[in-house]
């Protein structure tokens, strides 16, 4: 564990930015995280903040392994309702200021780690994108591995919950539920690129769900961090330079503060 510097502790979001850039622009290996809090903005529901939908459900009930298993029909009511209210959310200029990120940079050099299953940043042009808590986009069977593309006929309006053509069991979003592990050979390959990488940069985050938050707080020391957050976080004393603000507006400004000092505009 290591403190952080009271040097960091930049009260101005310009001055923030400028510094940001120039470590930007000097890194030569970057992981991006992003959170809920980065889609948000694009109409897509945070679960844990205070009003979230963990204050209207009850995970345990809607959202573990075992209540699927039990109860697969209560957990599909729970998926409807979510795909129903939330459907079809588009990249927001948060999204779109990553993918510029990106390109400004290079994706062999500039990954993108993301808790958020919407798949917002590929469809905000972002490649080498992992995503380690899953795709709502994709169907799967929990049994055999089975898995397809979601199709809202054929998933959404089968009742009272749609079956594996493989082996008969109910499929379910290709999502970490409660109870369920990651996919370990994805998180790992996304955790040895941020201990490797110079610069970090958490975005629209919490840092209080394990162990994805480590692929900020895990690099060591000699790795940059930056976080882009509306709130504080439990482990801000962890972070070199935290950028407070809506990030909507704050990457943007990244953005163009990056192209200004390249040269791009």
């Not at 850039?21 to 290996?29: E, G, M, P």
């Not at 704050?250 to 390249?262: A, F, N, Q, R, Y």
Request: aromatic share 10%; charged share 25%; proline share 7%.
């Amino acid at each position: 564990m290591f403190s952080i510097n009271s040097e960091y502790l930049m009260s101005s979001i310009t001055q923030l930015l400028e510094q940001v850039t120039q470590l930007i622009i000097d890194a030569k290996s970057i992981v991006i995280f992003t959170g809920a809090g980065i889609s948000v903005p694009s109409g897509v529901p945070d679960f844990r903040t205070p009003g979230g939908l963990w204050d209207i459900y009850d995970p345990y009930e809607v959202s573990t392994m075992r209540a699927f298993k039990k109860k697969p029909e209560k957990v599909w009511e729970f998926f409807r309702e979510l795909y129903e209210k939330f459907s079809n959310p588009i990249p927001n200029p948060a999204h779109f200021a990553v993918t510029e990120i990106q390109k400004i940079k290079g994706v062999d050099t500039t990954h993108i780690i993301t808790q958020n299953i919407d798949g917002l940043h590929r469809k905000a042009g972002a490649e080498n994108v992992f995503e380690i808590h899953g795709n709502a986009e994709v169907m799967q069977c929990y049994k055999c591995g089975f898995e397809e593309e979601l199709d809202i006929e054929k998933h959404l309006k089968t009742l009272p919950y749609p079956l594996c053509p493989e082996c008969g069991k109910p499929l379910k979003p290709k999502v970490v539920l409660f109870e369920e592990l990651l996919d370990n050979n994805l998180f790992q390959r996304a955790l040895r690129l941020a201990v490797k990488s110079d610069l970090a940069i958490g975005i629209g985050t919490s840092l209080g769900v394990f162990p994805a938050a480590d692929i900020l707080l895990a690099p060591p020391p000699r790795t940059k961090k930056v976080v882009f957050n509306l709130t504080k976080t439990y482990y801000d004393h962890l972070i070199h330079y935290r950028v407070r603000g809506d990030v909507v507006n704050t990457l943007p400004e990244l953005v163009k503060e990056i192209k200004k000092k390249m040269g791009e505009e």
